[in-house]
């Protein structure tokens, strides 16, 4: 397929922003936004429903190559779709956030969605966001953003985020699933969490979600016009 437009790859650490960025700077510039952590979440809520072990690589491999993953458009978020089912709220849910990190270190199942990934891609009109993107996913990306902030002010974050949907969980407690979430994505061995050396590091702690957008907005304005 011929490639229309420009792929942009956010990635970071758990609850920097990227999904609430992504978002805004797809729709700016008329691309399609794709969520790859709610893939790996796809697949660890299809896990825990089927009772199949989290380190039974073989059995999770079979489990994913069984069933689609499908994004359609939604208000305020995208639906993610396993199959014919709606998993959009279930793979928000605490079982999955603490399972995730320990699905997403196998390599088979790493291996299957970097290839669903890159089909989305190929035609290019894309954000994609995630811990590998620009590392491994799509190491031509003409866009690369590597987005942090502090452990503090991501817990903030999520915790805005778990009450807009009815999650509730205490400050202290999302703190401790971020680290610990941080440390397994950046110390698992097949595509950790690592900056690519081309990206380029935005520390959003004290900017706000439009500064961040405006940003990234103008990274990709100047790449398009070369
Ligand atoms: O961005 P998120 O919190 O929804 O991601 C869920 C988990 O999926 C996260 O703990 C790490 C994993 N993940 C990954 O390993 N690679 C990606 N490209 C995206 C997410």
Do not use: E, N, Q, W
């Given at each position: 397929m011929e490639k229309q437009g420009l792929q942009v790859a956010i990635d970071g650490p758990a609850s920097a922003g990227k999904s609430t960025v992504a978002k805004i700077v797809a729709t700016r510039f008329h691309y399609i936004y794709c969520d790859t952590g709610a893939m790996y979440r796809a697949i660890t809520w299809k896990v825990l429903q089927a009772g199949v072990a989290l380190d039974d690589e073989a059995a999770v491999k079979q489990l994913l190559d069984s069933i689609t993953i499908r994004f359609e458009p939604g208000e305020p978020t995208q639906k993610v779709f396993v199959d014919q089912t709606d998993v959009t709220l279930a793979i928000r849910q605490p079982d999955v956030t603490n399972s995730v990190s320990a699905v997403s270190a196998l390599p088979a199942v790493r291996q299957e969605l970097t290839a669903r990934q890159r089909d989305i891609a190929d035609a290019g009109k894309i954000v994609m966001d995630g811990r590998?993107?620009?590392?491994?996913?799509?190491?031509?990306?003409e866009v690369k953003i590597f987005l942090v902030a502090s452990v503090d002010e991501r817990a903030q974050r999520r915790l805005k985020d778990n009450a807009a949907k009815g999650i509730d969980t205490p400050l202290a407690t999302l703190k401790h699933e971020i680290e610990e979430r941080d440390r397994k994505d950046s110390t698992r061995?097949?595509?950790?969490l690592t900056q690519a050396a081309d990206a380029i590091r935005l520390?959003?702690?004290?900017?706000s979600i439009n500064q961040v957008a405006d940003k990234i907005a103008e990274i990709i304005k100047e790449k398009e016009s070369l």
């Open positions: 590998d993107i620009g590392s491994t996913v799509l190491p031509d990306a061995k097949v595509s950790p520390d959003t702690t004290s900017m």
